[in-house]
């Protein structure tokens, strides 16, 4: 059984790549527009292309270098693990697939933006579906990828003769995805926030002109930036989220070889991959009338994914997860172990419905926390500033409460499975439940750029009223989406930490990390401490960003005055040039030290002490990401409360108050919050390709 | 040579007192101003002892119910462990010690306030030392009090006769002094931004008069503000500081016994009274001339007293740490052992340097923090908030690195002074050399809202341009002090917090803490999140009580529109009634919060998982406490340098954006941040008193 449902994973895998192609062909047959609004994709297409050129060209040699570095070391530091060629290997091709999701959803997006554009000329249905599928070709590729990579490399590495040793060579691709995602969700997300800050600063604040205005020769950057940030960033996040998370995963199945043989070890990739099946359908369920709200279309297929991702889970748990006959005779009372398991998959699947709704609650101004800033506005920036601060840090409470509920709750249902060590692996069951949905969640986020550039290019084409109104209910629903994403990214890369964290005491051959150990002690402080760290130079890396542009523009005004009168057009493309450079250059400090810390505290410090940096930086990291991105959400949504009439309305004191607001939140929830996750994540995949040469330097 | 130097330690604490005494008396000797600097500072006087009795009230009700609590539960829940009656006694003295150092403190500092003002008609000099003497009256007072607390009650508790079980015996009396100072710290911090905010909001933003301006009803609750928020709240803070601190260090003598006997045990105390002795010489020494800068005259008694310190530091060490013989003939290795752990106090001495340069670099408007936060203030509050968020995460690093260094420092030195597990202790003794200056850094803290005090008085009162200049410059010195009290408080609570978990390690009969246990994991999950809930709710109270005052002032200029014409005076009284009231309400949350959620943690997830929340918690604890007193700080002092006429000086664009960033930053570093503090050594003594409790329920 477990050998053909592993083959089958590569059918699903193959049969997601497909369907993959076909949305991404039915985007492409689409009306493209008229001649202007192609106009201005085709700027915007270009400028991500050259972005994404740039951007690649300067990871790709931090990758060699790196990948080069890691075989170094495993060949000539460990020979005594002798297995240097399979992490560099792994490293490299994680890498390579990590980059490659981020290309062909942002290639995708840019051509589908303009589509949905042309689409909301007619139907509001068309142009959700169309954006919708289009986010959906990233989502399907990126899970696809991923289970065929660690498949793959599993099957290549000698995975079916050799099933308990060969989880742990994986841990290179896990590492690799998330190094690429780094720079690609750094750079991405730099690019981003400057463009959109500086676009507003000297085109809404100095010159006195309205968003998306083509006078503002940052127009075009601004609208890049959401390809390259959102899409292409979040892409290679999501991409190494679930390629870290099934090889953790498998690395637990290990420790229950005896029970489940090979099943236990590929489950994570069988659950994953029926996920997929799940989604695809799910997304193609997605329909509405002209007068519904899109959100409700959107909320329909994700039910019909997660009800189908539950079934799917049901059965692979039913299949996989039943002891060996050996195992039953000894222990009897394991029988209905699959049970205990799907129970916890259950929990998972909770969870994700769980944080989807707390994100709501904290970012939607139909609520409490949103009302409150709005309110606090009244009495300037400065209350606005301290309410949406607190709304960021109380928003912690309710997602670290559902986190501690999954873990505890999948651990004691493991642990009545009548499996020994059954809870640990509850946890990764629990994980996998969670992450079941990842491909629709993702296709939801994904379409958030794509409706907001298709607004952008409605609004620079001179479209109708009726258009634009078109765009602005899927531009608002899109906002909706992106912060659900957050919330969901934030949740699960907690729970996967969990698991990721188990598999590194089992690489590092650890059995506690004892924080009451002041070595250990002070790795837990410094881990916690690279969290602020990190996100203040991304914070930063925003605003140097965004001075350059500042400053081009400034200088585009004064060179060529006609673009003010309207009579001439701006440089669009030295804008785009200009931000690219800028965010490549801000993106390698922040990146540099995400890798060389936790790096240097394994070697200075031991095994046992990265382990505490590895736990309480996640930890840090996962409510510092719940701050910056809730209390960015909440600032966005108070702002467009107020513009909806609230408190005086647009252009009142109680307004600019909350325009300050925004503004502090945009590096906050498009930066620095999606740079944590991948920080997360990547210190897991970081110390679990490093535990051997930590462990070889302390002997 | 052990017994006969306990008993000097009362001599030493009577002697402080007696030093104090005198200071009080010098300061009450001192002419009391012009009628009209009488009359202001009578009301500030009013305001304040109003405030303070209404909160001693509601905390002593508090204290009570509490006390009561701990005894039911010691007595009927624990009958093996019979020194119920020891927990409660000392529980309430320590709750009575911490308020009476918080309310003697301030009762001179209100007193001291008119004096310096009057003192500033003539001298500089003596308005220097009159401020500081008044400060000294506080700093001398908490830590003699806290010596004779701790060292009566151990006498009492018969430690003389069994000096191993003892120590455990005293940790009620932390409790007590954490718990009041927790209350006294938030419902002053509360009272103090919400009185600030409420007057500049409805002052200079609504009715658009000057600060400080009589016609402002709620100038008076400002005034009263600084003097509960600053000096009772942190008197009431570093008596539980130093309590806890002695305590903490005591047990882990008690794991040296067979090395050191009773020596071990009272070395913390005569190190610290030894640290006294030295703080009040230094206050004598400090003395200026007219054209000097004060922070000059106070940097002076700062290095005497470092000095002395250092010097009483060798004795104590030299004295009391040198192993039995017995020991000793088993241990040659050890003759040695004191010069050890002096090294371990000069690596503590050194930290506290270094937290007071830290501090200085990212708050002062010399260096590049600062000024890259008023920079950024050119284009709007926007920026400058980013920026100063950006400047408090980063300066997290620098401290975060010092206390590392530090605790592996003196760990290190410890393990090798031949003594078994010396590297424990050896920690200990880092911190005691850290706090050996606690007494003057008091001092120059509590300095600092006297002079600010002064200067309000001398505004009100109309006086010379010329005495306005010098309370300025005094001023400005005592916002300097007071951050870097902030910066030492913060390194202090860090470093004596790995010594309060080692104690609850022996407490709670543990070995370790392991985070790789899933229930042990969510402990500090919690831990973490409890720090930022925590701060939320804080940050919240200050909006919530700033609005009753707005509401108020409000509504007398209506009632009374002679106040803004000058005719007639604004019932002061009603205002400081209102604020006192709305702080008060709004203490109970954040506080039983605090409380509630690390007892139920402990009840539910167990010692262990409460040893988690206590270690992660103080981390980020630690951390967030940075970010918040660091960026207030910088945003306080980039409006003062703008202030100074950079990028276009008071009443400019950027002036505006820097007054929002000062707006934000009072409630972080003023109410947030320093409650943090408490919390982190609250958790400490909280564990630590109900460990055996936890321990019962587990069984």
């Given amino acids: 059984m477990g050998q053909s449902l592993f083959y089958s994973i590569f059918g699903i895998s193959l049969a997601g790549l497909l369907c993959a192609y076909l949305l991404a062909r039915y985007v492409l047959r689409q009306d493209d527009g008229t001649p202007k609004m192609k106009e201005i994709a085709a700027a915007i297409k270009e400028g991500a292309m050259a972005f994404l050129k740039r951007q690649y060209t300067t990871i790709g040699i931090l990758t060699l270098v790196l990948g080069a570095i890691i075989f170094a070391a495993y060949y000539f530091g460990a020979n005594d693990l002798n297995y240097g060629w399979h992490t560099a290997v792994a490293f490299l091709l994680g890498a390579a697939c990590s980059a490659l999701s ?9 051509k589908a933006n ?45 995975g079916m003769t050799n099933p308990t040793e060969v989880p742990l060579l994986l841990v290179g691709f896990g590492f690799g995805a998330s ?59 999501l991409f190494e989220s679930t390629a870290a998370e099934n090889i953790g995963a498998m690395i ?51 039910f019909v994914t997660t009800g189908l991702a539950t079934l799917g889970f049901l059965a692979a748990t039913y299949l996989l997860l039943t002891p060996s006959a050996e195992y039953l005779t000894a222990n009897p009372l394991a029988a209905n172990a699959w049970m205990w398991f799907f129970g916890c998959g259950l929990v998972g699947i909770v969870a994700s419905i769980a944080f989807v709704y707390i994100t709501q609650y904290y970012t939607e101004y139909k609520y409490r926390p949103v009302k409150e800033i709005a309110q606090a506005s009244e009495t300037g920036s ?12 109380e928003s912690t409470g309710m997602p670290v409460l559902v986190i501690s509920a999954a873990l505890l709750g999948s651990y004691f249902l493991g642990n009545h499975s009548g499996i020994e060590q059954g809870g640990l692996y509850g946890t990764a069951v629990a994980t996998m439940g969670m992450l079941s949905t990842a491909a629709y969640i993702l296709a939801m986020d994904t379409f958030g750029p794509i409706t907001d550039n298709a607004g952008g290019i409605v609004e620079m084409s001179k479209s109708s009223e009726e258009v634009r109104k078109r765009t602005d209910r899927l531009d608002s629903v899109g906002n909706t989406t992106k912060a659900l994403t957050k919330g969901y990214a934030v949740g699960s890369a907690a729970l996967a930490a969990f698991l990721l964290f ?127 991105n809730n209390s960015g959400g909440a600032w966005d949504n108070a702002k467009k ?31 620095a919050g999606p740079s944590l996750h991948v920080l997360i994540k990547l210190l897991s995949t970081l110390t679990l390709v490093l535990a051997p040469l930590f462990l070889l330097v302390q002997k």
């Fill in 179 to 237: 190094f690429v995602a780094l720079f690609a969700q750094l750079g991405g997300g730099i690019y981003t926030k400057a463009a959109d800050v500086g676009a507003d600063l000297v085109g809404k604040v100095e010159a006195g002109i309205p968003e998306d205005d083509p006078r503002n020769p940052a127009v075009i950057a601004d609208l890049v930036g959401d390809n390259v940030g959102d899409c292409a960033g979040r892409g290679a996040d």
């Fill in 252 to 302: 637990l199945g290990v420790a229950l070889f005896p029970v489940f043989g090979l099943n236990g070890i590929i489950f994570p990739l069988v659950a994953r991959g029926f996920g997929l099946i799940a989604s695809v359908i799910g997304v193609m369920f997605v329909k509405i009338k002209e007068s519904q709200d899109p959100m409700k279309g959107l909320n329909k297929g994700y």
């Fill in 502 to 628: 188990s598999a590194y005491l089992t690489d590092a051959h650890l059995t506690s990390i004892d924080l009451a150990k002041p070595v250990v002690f002070v790795g837990g402080l410094l881990g916690a401490v690279l969290v602020f760290i990190f996100s203040a130079l991304a914070i930063r890396a925003v605003g140097h960003a965004a001075y350059y542009i500042i400053n081009d523009v400034r200088a585009q005004f004064k060179e060529n005055p006609g673009i003010m009168k309207g009579t001439s057009k701006p440089d669009y493309a030295r804008c785009v040039d200009i931000c690219t450079k800028g965010a490549l250059k801000e993106m390698i400090l922040p990146g540099v030290t995400a890798i060389v810390v936790p790096t240097a505290i394994g070697f200075l410090l031991g095994a046992e002490a990265v382990g505490a940096t590895l736990m309480v930086g996640t930890i840090a990291g996962v409510i510092l990401a719940l701050v910056l």
């Fill in 102 to 110: 981020g290309f062909i959803g942002m290639w995708v997006s840019v």
């Fill in 641 to 671: 409360y107020i513009e909806t009439g609230a408190h005086g309305g647009k252009g009142s004191f109680a307004h600019k108050a909350a325009v300050t607001g925004d503004t502090v939140g945009d590096p906050f929830k498009d930066t």
């Fill in 114 to 158: 303009l589509r949905t554009a042309s689409a909301a000329q007619k139907s509001l249905n068309k142009a959700l579906q169309i954006s919708l599928r289009g986010g959906a070709v990233s989502g399907i590729l990126v899970v696809a990828l991923s289970l065929m990579g660690v498949g793959g490399l599993f099957y290549l590495f000698g």
């Fill in 382 to 393: 400065g209350t606005n500033i301290i309410s949406g601060m607190a709304v960021g840090m």
